[in-house]
């Protein structure tokens, strides 16, 4: 299994809770990002474009834990930039394990083998290891070679001491389904917990716009990727979610499900869109005209099949109708099954 009980009962009894109480919009998973600094310049990236003068700023760790108490997610993803640049933190991490939440550090892992004893095993902690392929293929991905066996290097050592690893990949345009596939079979010997796996995300400032997937070409990849997948693939995300990325189920857009804070606010209205900032979470919730943004409702949202959006949409149809829970035991037990 891909995530620990104890989370899964965490997030299931949350999310129920939110449905009793009625709560039209919840966050499922907050967004953290403290730092856009990188020491990558990945070509489908836009956060490094920024100017010196906005890398250079970062979030304290007070206002990230006021960030997680006012949004009330359980669980927390803190991407970048490269997290592990901030000097503080293991200080922000430590406090957000103090409140009980599952948090995902994700990190490119250049870093971690030299910074991994800043932190300690917990399963409220886990490594999010980005690895977008293969060696030839990751290392392409991040425009460096020797980044894919660092990251090897460093999973081992976290997986020695303890702590819960996973990994994170982004598959473009390009993408091969044969060597992912192949990919998907290294990283289950190697002994991650989980993967996650998302289309790549058009962000305006990236210098490749070339490499992005159209929804067509998403379904088309995701159906040959994951159809046939063998048992011992283990996928840390929603069942549902990756039949939604197969074309096998439709869904709209929830941005508020994975709200993101940063350095400017809190973002409106998602981690990929940025049509301004709020100045608090309730702020963010009812200032948003939410209606403008989806498939079918803004152009910028319609190759748009991301986790970020997504993932949400997913979790609230297991829990919205019996259907969707039906829906989910089955794709969890029976992968396969058409």
């Given at each position: 299994?891909?995530?620990?009980?104890?989370?899964?009962?965490?997030?299931?009894?949350?999310?129920?809770?939110?449905?009793?109480?009625?709560?039209?919009?919840?966050p499922?998973?907050?967004?953290?990002?403290?730092i856009?600094?990188?020491?990558?310049?990945?070509?489908?990236?836009?956060?490094?474009?920024?100017?010196?003068?906005?890398?250079?700023?970062?979030?304290?760790?007070?206002?990230?834990?006021?960030?997680?108490?006012?949004?009330?997610?359980?669980?927390?993803?803190?991407?970048?930039?490269?997290?592990?640049?901030?000097?503080?933190?293991?200080?922000?991490?430590?406090?957000?394990v103090?409140?009980?939440?599952?948090?995902?550090?994700?990190?490119?892992?250049?870093?971690?083998?030299?910074?991994?004893?800043?932190?300690?095993?917990?399963?409220?902690?886990?490594?999010?290891?980005?690895?977008?392929?293969?060696?030839?293929?990751?290392?392409?991905?991040?425009?460096?070679?020797?980044?894919?066996?660092?990251?090897?290097?460093?999973?081992?050592?976290?997986?020695?001491?303890?702590?819960?690893?996973?990994?994170?990949?982004?598959?473009?345009?390009?993408?091969?389904?044969?060597?992912?596939?192949?990919?998907?079979?290294?990283?289950?010997?190697?002994?991650?917990?989980?993967?996650?796996?998302?289309?790549?995300?058009?962000?305006?400032?990236?210098?490749?716009?070339?490499?992005?997937?159209?929804?067509?070409?998403?379904?088309?990849?995701?159906?040959?990727?994951?159809?046939?997948?063998?048992?011992?693939?283990?996928?840390?995300?929603?069942?549902?979610?990756?039949?939604?990325?197969?074309?096998?189920?439709?869904?709209?857009?929830?941005?508020?499900?994975?709200?993101t804070?940063?350095?400017?606010?809190?973002?409106?209205?998602?981690?990929?869109?940025?049509?301004?900032?709020?100045?608090?979470?309730?702020?963010?919730?009812?200032?948003?005209?939410?209606?403008?943004y989806?498939?079918?409702?803004?152009?910028?949202?319609?190759?748009?099949?991301?986790?970020?959006?997504?993932?949400?949409?997913?979790?609230?149809d297991?829990?919205?109708?019996?259907?969707?829970?039906?829906?989910?035991?089955?794709?969890?037990?029976?992968?396969?099954?058409?």
């Amino acid at each position: 299994m891909a995530v620990p009980l104890s989370q899964m009962f965490t997030v299931a009894s949350y999310v129920i809770l939110q449905k009793l109480k009625q709560v039209p919009r919840y966050p499922l998973v907050l967004m953290l990002e403290p730092i856009f600094r990188c020491n990558l310049a990945c070509a489908g990236c836009g956060k490094i474009q920024y100017p010196d003068h906005v890398l250079d700023r970062r979030l304290t760790p007070e206002q990230c834990w006021a960030a997680a108490d006012e949004c009330g997610a359980p669980i927390i993803s803190i991407p970048g930039g490269e997290p592990l640049i901030h000097p503080e933190m293991p200080e922000i991490v430590r406090g957000l394990v103090r409140r009980k939440k599952y948090v995902y550090l994700c990190t490119n892992a250049l870093l971690l083998e030299r910074k991994i004893d800043d932190y300690a095993p917990s399963k409220y902690l886990t490594f999010s290891i980005h690895m977008d392929g293969l060696r030839e293929e990751h290392d392409l991905a991040v425009c460096r070679d020797g980044v894919f066996d660092a990251a090897l290097r460093a999973i081992r050592i976290a997986l020695r001491k303890g702590f819960r690893v996973t990994t994170n990949t982004t598959l473009f345009n390009d993408a091969d389904p044969v060597r992912v596939r192949a990919f998907f079979d290294e990283m289950m010997e190697l002994g991650v917990e989980g993967m996650m796996v998302s289309p790549g995300y058009s962000y305006d400032k990236a210098p490749d716009q070339q490499g992005f997937l159209t929804r067509h070409r998403t379904q088309q990849l995701f159906a040959r990727v994951l159809t046939d997948r063998k048992r011992r693939w283990r996928f840390n995300q929603s069942p549902l979610f990756l039949e939604f990325l197969m074309g096998k189920r439709e869904y709209q857009c929830t941005p508020w499900g994975n709200p993101t804070y940063n350095i400017f606010g809190w973002q409106k209205p998602c981690y990929l869109l940025q049509d301004g900032y709020a100045g608090s979470f309730q702020a963010l919730l009812d200032e948003t005209d939410w209606e403008r943004y989806g498939v079918g409702r803004n152009d910028k949202c319609k190759d748009c099949m991301v986790h970020c959006g997504y993932e949400a949409s997913a979790v609230e149809d297991t829990f919205g109708s019996w259907a969707g829970f039906v829906g989910t035991v089955r794709a969890t037990l029976f992968p396969n099954a058409t």
